[in-house]
Each structure stands twice: as structure tokens, then as C-alpha cells.
């Protein structure tokens, strides 16, 4: 098999670290994962299979399509996304629908019911059945084995915090539920009382960082492109779509296989880094949707061939780019090889 001259870098031992830091926060309430948007773009079954392996036993996923990828590896599946008509021909037995609507719950009741979980809305508006809904009993004599709601803003420290906490609590005992689930990666670092039964990281297990309860979190995702050419560029001579960038003196240059089709975007132009060993490697000129230049003065020895990697700490690179953390991850392209190490 022809590997890609592209390949993130997946460090296993830092996934499974995180999961297990975020755990130990959790407290008493068990501790899931959303491996949605597969697996926050690392490869939703390579999570999965060492998360479960590390003992987490409850996974996260959006679509219907992101459980069937995933189902045959036995692990319990909640489907965020609720129940489309569409959806009801082919469900894994291992998956369960949170239930968002009241016409999603008469479908449900309709297809023969069974194991559900139920989202809840808060405050986010957006998903979710309302409170009052619940009081009305919408729920009523559903087998329902997680009740679920979404902080809107848990990474900041606002008052809609706790009024999400207190109106989630609030419906404890008024449903069949086994469990309730609230918080998310930066919930989990609320406090024991945002934690309920069970917490539902997602960012913090890929290494973003949110919270100063998130100082452990390790880098999980490295990106590595591969040098598709070295070049010597004089002084005064510019780099790139709509020449951005002119060369202040003569420089040794290489060219990736890398742009904005593979997720690295055109905000990196003249701003990104790229590392080979100690020697920090800037971009020079405008991204584009294949190929990125870097400037190599840095790294003289380094040749056609050889591999360099970019640097992509989730919280540095988000505060470089503009983009959020989770953006970084999940735009991360196909043409990428996962590589766990």
C-alpha cells in the first residue's frame, strides 16, 4: 500500500492519559466520549477501540451512520442527532437515539420503543425537549437510560452556568432515567455538582484545552507533510499565489504536499510554523489548497523527501489562527494517513 505524503501522527498513550485525567475529575460520575465528527477527525474506530480498552464504556456519536461505523465493536452508542424517519430500517442494536423532539419520541413510541436516551433543552436552544415538556409527561413510560442536557457556555464563567446545573437538577426523579448526563470537557471542570452520573468529554480528550482544570491535557494529533521539493529563492523574489510574501534575503525553501483542501488553512499564510527537530520553520507565502511553502534557513540538512512536522498545539494554533480547537481538529482532511504510535 502507497502511504501519503501526508500523515497525522496519533499518539495513543496521550489519548487514553487524557481520558484518564478527565475521569478522575469526573468524580464519582462515570466518565464517556464523544468520538462524533469521526472521532474529532483522528479515525472514530481507533478511539474507540483504545478508549474501550482504557475502560470507557459510554461513546458519543452525531449520525446514524457514525454509530453503523462503529457498532460491530461492541461498545454502548448514544446517537446525539435523535431519529429521523429515515433512520429507523437500519439501527445497530448497540445504539440508542436521544431523543430531541416530541415528534421524535411519538416515532420512537410508534417503531416499537425500547432503550432511549432523551436530550433535554436548557438553554441552548437547540436540541432538546423542554422542561415543561417533561412536567407534561412527554416521557412518560419511556425506557430511558440517559437524560441528557448541553451547557451552552462552560468554558466561560457566567451565571447561565448554573442556572442550566439547577434546571437540569431539577428534573431528577421525574423521569424513568437511570442516569443523568450534563457536563461536558470544560463541565467536567465545574465542579462535582455540574457532574451528575455520567460526563461527556469530547474536545479535551484530543488535547484541547479550555479550562485551567485542562493543564494535563496532552497533545494527541501531530500533522507531518512530506517535502515534495527544495528550492532556493533570492532576495527580493516573492512566494505564492498573489505574492504575499517577498523574500528579504536568499533562502533555501521547501514546498509540502499540504494546503487548505487537507484542513490547513489559508490563515496560516506567513504564519505558521512546521518543526524539524529544535528548529522552528516558518510559512512563507499564501496557503493554497495543495502545496505550502516554508522557509528551511533553519534546517539546511533537510531534502527532498524528508518529513517535517507542523506545529499544531490546539490552544497555541487556535489563538494563531482564529480558528476554535475543535475547528483545527476536525477539518483535518482525508488525504492524511492516521498513524498511531
Given amino acids: 500500500m502507497t502511504t501519503a505524503p501526508l500523515r497525522l501522527r496519533l499518539d495513543a498513550a496521550a489519548l487514553v492519559a487524557n481520558w484518564t485525567l478527565l475521569a478522575r475529575l469526573s468524580g464519582a460520575a462515570a466518565c464517556g466520549a464523544a468520538v462524533k465528527a469521526n472521532g474529532y477527525g483522528l ?18 456519536v452525531a449520525t446514524w451512520a457514525e454509530a453503523r461505523a ?24 448497540s445504539a440508542r437515539p436521544v431523543l430531541a423532539s416530541a415528534e421524535q419520541v ?16 436548557t438553554g441552548m436552544n437547540r436540541l432538546g425537549v423542554s422542561p415543561t415538556d417533561v412536567a407534561d409527561g412527554l416521557l412518560d413510560g419511556l425506557a430511558i437510560e440517559t437524560l441528557m442536557s448541553h451547557l451552552v457556555a462552560a468554558d466561560e464563567d457566567v451565571a447561565l452556568n448554573a442556572r442550566q446545573r439547577d434546571a437540569f437538577a431539577a428534573l431528577a426523579g421525574r423521569t424513568t432515567a437511570r442516569r443523568m448526563s450534563l457536563a461536558n470537557s470544560s463541565g ?8 451528575f452520573d455520567l460526563t461527556r468529554p469530547g474536545i479535551a480528550l484530543y488535547g484541547g484545552r479550555q479550562r485551567g482544570a485542562h493543564g494535563g491535557i496532552a497533545q494527541v494529533v501531530t500533522p507531518e507533510a512530506q517535502i515534495l521539493q527544495r528550492r532556493r529563492v533570492r532576495a527580493g523574489e516573492t512566494i505564492g499565489y498573489n505574492a504575499t510574501y517577498a523574500a528579504p534575503h536568499d533562502m533555501a525553501v521547501a514546498i509540502l504536499n499540504l494546503g487548505y483542501a487537507d484542513g490547513y488553512l489559508r490563515c496560516f499564510s506567513n504564519r505558521g510554523r512546521a518543526l524539524a527537530g529544535d528548529a522552528v ?4 507565502g499564501r496557503v493554497s489548497m495543495d502545496l505550502t511553502a516554508l522557509c528551511i534557513d533553519a534546517a539546511p540538512d533537510l531534502a527532498e523527501g524528508d518529513w517535517v ?33
Fill in 106 to 121: 411519538v416515532r420512537w413510541r410508534g417503531a416499537g420503543g425500547g432503550a432511549c436516551d432523551v436530550m433535554v433543552d
Fill in 188 to 195: 467536567i471542570a465545574l465542579g462535582a455538582d455540574f457532574h
Fill in 281 to 284: 520553520l516558518p510559512v512563507v
Fill in 43 to 60: 479515525g472514530a474506530r481507533g478511539v474507540v477501540e483504545r478508549l474501550a480498552a482504557a475502560g470507557c464504556r459510554d461513546f458519543f
Fill in 309 to 341: 512536522k507542523m506545529a499544531y498545539d490546539l490552544p497555541e494554533t487556535a489563538a494563531l489562527s482564529g480558528l476554535s480547537q475543535y475547528e483545527l481538529l476536525t477539518g483535518l482532511g482525508a488525504r492524511f494517513d492516521r498513524v498511531w504510535a
Fill in 70 to 93: 462503529i457498532a460491530d465493536l461492541g461498545v454502548s452508542i448514544s446517537v446525539l442527532h435523535g431519529l429521523r424517519a429515515e433512520d429507523l430500517a437500519d439501527r445497530p442494536a
